[in-house]
């Protein structure tokens, strides 16, 4: 059984006490919900990489409650590393240092760096204080599905395999931290995320955009590059290219699909919605191109509902824009997709 907790001091007293001893902790942080191990304790990690079905070759990311703590997890900060922690802590950005040697290697699946996040949510802010020890969290899905954004998608997944969750509402980004690899020269952003790369570039001029979407086979260098993740279950084709031709292009595919006697069920933002015009299929509200924040809020549930209603096809459409949040939302519509379609 998995208890479902509140965010009362009692409970996230309980919480902490459980991971204290090894437990599986699911919390709300401002990104996603994150499925919380002691970091230090190897036996609770594999216990956690179990529970996700999750490869023993994907690193999680350690949360810690201060940069100083942080400190702590690695042999050495490079210099910028103050500077993005003061700009960005507590909050959506993920930092790789290096390794140091009191960091399980089963938490950094053998790499010789860490992953570390100070997140804002309180009550994972709560959590952490509490607990007084490093959490190894990956986000609470099982391994390659959407990442949750409420308690009730933790307990969709991981609901009997964990020993608790607390269940602190809808998360507020929606979409996880942006991985910064502080280890290469020049750093580089391995995976878009809450914090836009524009916003990095500020104080890191150099900085480099990883391939977003790399072949399983090249993707030692940060697991979470795996080109397919994210994804429901149903098959979804994204559609990229000039808005109109990628639009035409799915209207024609709606109509063939359901010609067959399939199920169709499209993603869209509100203006792809409008102009789509009426069509016989279940068409999921992303919100407004207008308004980066709420898509990204919004984008994993939505693709939790159309996956729930079990339909056969799910259609998309790239979105327009690229700056801010939008690369980290395009980036989880590109991984997400089990077939793309670039329509010239
Ligand atoms: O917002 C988030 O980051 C959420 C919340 C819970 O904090 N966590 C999250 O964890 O998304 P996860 O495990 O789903 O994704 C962590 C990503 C993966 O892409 C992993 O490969 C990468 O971080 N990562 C972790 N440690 C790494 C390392 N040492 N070097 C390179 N990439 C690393
Ligand atoms: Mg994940």
Not at 127 to 134: E, F, H, K, N, S
Not at 268 to 292: C, F, I, K, M
Request: hydrophobic content about 45%.
């Amino acid at each position: 059984m998995t208890a479902v907790l509140g965010t009362d001091p009692a409970s996230i007293a309980r919480a902490a006490d459980c991971l204290r001893h090894g437990g599986l902790v699911a919390f709300p942080t401002e990104t996603v919900y994150g499925l919380g191990v002691h970091a230090m304790d190897v036996a609770a990690v594999q216990r956690l990489f179990a529970a996700k079905g999750r490869p023993a070759h994907d690193p999680l990311i350690v949360h810690v409650s201060s940069l100083e703590q942080a400190a702590l997890l690695t042999t050495g900060m490079p210099p910028e590393a103050s500077a993005l922690a003061n700009a960005f802590w507590p909050g959506p950005l993920t930092m790789v240092l290096p390794r140091h040697g009191a960091v399980p290697r089963e938490v950094t699946a053998g790499l010789d760096t860490v992953a570390v996040r100070v997140p804002a949510h309180p009550v994972a802010r709560a959590l952490l204080d509490a607990a007084g020890i490093p959490v190894a969290a990956p986000s609470a899905n099982l391994f390659s599905r959407p990442s949750p954004t409420t308690a009730a998608h933790v307990l969709e997944d991981l609901g009997g395999r964990i020993d608790m969750v607390i269940d602190g509402g809808p998360t507020s980004v929606g979409v996880e931290s942006t991985v910064l690899d502080l280890t290469s020269t020049p750093p580089r952003v391995l995976r878009p995320g809450g914090v836009p790369v524009e916003r990095l570039r500020a104080l890191l001029p150099h900085l480099e955009l990883f391939g977003a979407s790399v072949a399983a086979g090249e993707a030692a260098l940060s697991p979470g590059l795996l080109s397919q993740h994210y994804s429901p279950r149903t098959p979804m084709a994204l559609y990229s290219g000039a808005p109109d031709a990628a639009r035409q292009a799915i209207v024609k595919r709606i109509h063939e699909a359901t010609a067959q006697g399939h199920t169709v069920g499209v993603l869209a933002t509100r203006e792809q919605a409008a102009a789509l015009g009426r069509l016989p299929v279940l068409v999921v509200d992303l919100g407004s191109e207008q308004d980066a924040d709420a898509v990204a809020r919004r984008l994993y549930a939505a693709i939790r509902d159309l996956d729930a209603a079990n339909l056969d096809l799910i259609l998309t459409q790239q979105v327009a824009h690229t700056g801010g949040l939008w690369q980290a939302i395009a980036d989880r519509l590109t991984r997400a997709a089990t077939e793309r379609v670039a329509v010239p």
